[in-house]
């Protein structure tokens, strides 16, 4: 099935700076889901990317997918402490099939 | 909706034991999947159904796992004989269709084989 790097795998920002996570593939994507795990909690669905080139926003948060469909990414402004926790892409196995595969995740760590 | 439930949250057993997890999907939802986690490997994607049928299994790391889903509401994970490397906390979750709706996890089992 379809696999995904996702870097970098710990990031370490003070609060109130910008953090930023993202996925690469080697094949073209339908479509890339981002979840968010809090320690020791569950992975939570975050938003879902369709279309090339497709920017979408939450608050603080900015999802994007590459024009190629290759790529994506999620940046956080402004960060604080209740953003701390591994950030996940996560896309379809393709070919067919429809088993939701993730990435190593990124593990966003915030210093006060 | 309570959500996906799993079963039990904790689980601390013998090496050689069996060991039996239990997920109950979301209602209507027509895709449920398995997943470990661990440290070392992330989040693996173990098997995953589709209207109770196992859709895909490769990643089920050996024959001593198996899964089951006996009908749209119930779904086992049973590891028989345990190892001590197969702790790790195993999700279940599950989502409406296949390709563009996305999935609610489980609680998790935190698994520990002494």
């Known amino acids: 099935g379809q696999q995904v790097m996702q870097i970098p795998q710990y990031q370490h920002v003070q609060e109130g700076e910008d953090f930023t996570t993202y996925c690469n593939s080697s094949t073209t994507l339908s479509n890339i889901q981002w979840y968010k795990q809090r320690p020791g909690g569950h992975p939570v669905f975050l938003i879902q990317l369709v279309k090339s080139g497709e920017v979408k926003k939450q608050k603080r948060l900015t999802f994007q997918f590459g024009e190629a469909k290759k790529n994506s990414s999620l940046h956080i402004t402004a960060t604080q402490t209740t953003d701390v926790g591994t950030y996940f892409c996560a896309l379809r196995s393709g070919g067919g099939a429809d088993g939701l595969t993730f990435g190593k995740g990124t593990h966003l760590i915030i210093q006060p | 909706d309570a959500g996906v439930i799993q079963s039990p949250r904790h689980e601390v057993t013998e090496m050689g034991q069996e060991v039996t997890l239990r997920c109950k999907p979301i209602s209507g939802h027509d895709y449920l999947f398995w997943y470990r986690q661990t440290m070392m490997r992330g989040l693996e994607l173990l098997i995953y159904?589709?209207?109770?049928?196992?859709?895909?299994d490769s990643g089920m790391p050996e024959d001593r796992f198996s899964a089951k889903m006996p009908n749209a509401s119930f779904s086992t994970l049973k590891i028989q004989p345990s190892e001590p490397r197969d702790s790790a906390v195993y999700f279940c979750?599950?989502?409406?269709?296949?390709?563009?709706?996305?999935?609610?996890f489980g609680q998790g089992t935190r698994l520990t084989v002494v």
């Open positions: 159904f589709n209207n109770n049928v196992p859709i895909d």
């Open positions: 979750a599950s989502s409406l269709d296949g390709r563009e709706t996305e999935a609610f």
